[in-house]
């Protein structure tokens, strides 16, 4: 049985990261994370997604994973966020694609 089945449960992709979720996210896999950390399960429209979870009181959220997720991540500064709210989804900002290439070459 799920401990946490009374939570509500909530599926966000980049488009609708908030800087609380990216907080969460980046704090609870602070050294990344790995296949025993990836939900997968199928949409409405059978696709299928991969996600990790995050909890907070009264939510499950499940964080779509992408590579413009893991890019903001792997250079998250909770400075960027100062003067938002913390349910801004407008606050994330996609990373430029040219800036991701460039962290590959790393």
């Known amino acids: 049985m799920d401990k946490h089945a009374h939570l509500r449960k909530v599926i966000i992709d980049f488009k609708k ?12 896999y602070r050294d990344g994370y790995d ?20 909890l907070t009181d009264d939510t499950k959220y499940l964080v779509k994973i992408s590579e413009k997720l893991e890019y903001t991540m792997e250079h998250y500064d909770e400075t960027d966020y100062d003067g938002f709210d913390q349910d801004d989804p407008a606050a994330v900002v996609e990373p430029d ?3 991701m290439l460039n962290a590959d070459d790393d």
């Open 17 to 28: 990261l908030t800087p609380e979720v990216l907080k969460l996210t980046v704090e609870r």
């Open 35 to 54: 296949d025993r950390d990836i939900i997968s399960f199928r949409n409405g429209h059978g696709e299928r997604i991969e996600a990790v979870e995050v």
């Open 97 to 99: 694609p040219e800036d």
